[in-house]
């Protein structure tokens, strides 16, 4: 969104284990809650400093940065308009009910990627956090059948993502035709998610799924993708 608008940032990169100390320190406000009740406390979250302010503006929660920042900076368009506030609210819903189906797929090649601290940290505090470890949600590599199963699940999630698209034409990938909106921004987050640090067989199965619509998709938005951290 900020590239597609054309917004001037900084990005700071901090470690896991250094999110909810940062965010205290800015003045983030928590997403939602521990298993345990206590806050929880999620990136993105944003400073926007203005001409004439002591302090900064600080936002958590990727939708109300989206909202603060289309209101902000409505050019070149609106990508969350106010007559699809409820329909792309929905949307998303759907999305991230989709990414969840994914996660024993994805989430494996992306635990591997972080640097071992990371990593340790998203394994040691993930129950603490929602509920359920990723070893509890990730098929052993070895076992066939589970394997088969979860690639199974993994396709059909697709699958029904391109069908829900497909009301807007067979083969489509825009959320609302012809426009840019917040919801297709996450959308198109994840499949580039999945090209640069998902194996190389799984981005090579999803390409080819639904048509080639998903590598369509990431073509569409080639201009304002960010460049992959190392």
Known sequence: LLNYKNIQYTNV??????????????GAQPTS???????????PFVTIEHLGSSKPIVLSDSPAIALYLDNLYPEPSRAIDPDTLVFQA??????????RKLAPITMRDFIAALPENDRQWVLDTRKQFVGIRFEDILPPLDNVEEMTKTWAIFDDAFNALA???DAGGEGNYQVVKGKVTYSEIEMVSFIWFLYYYSEK??????????????????DAYSEWLPKPVA
Do not use: H, Q
Request: hydrophobic fraction near 35%; glycine fraction near 8%; include cysteine.
């Open 33 to 43: 809650k521990k298993v345990d009740g206590s806050p929880y406390y999620t990136i």
């Open 90 to 99: 929905t949307f998303r819903e759907f999305l991230t009910e989709t990414w």
């Open 163 to 165: 069908k829900r698209l």
């Open 201 to 218: 067989s799984c981005w090579e199965r999803v390409k080819r799924m639904n048509g080639g619509r998903w590598e369509k998709l990431l």
């Open 13 to 26: 990169f901090m470690g896991y284990p250094e999110v909810e100390e940062v965010a205290k320190k800015v």
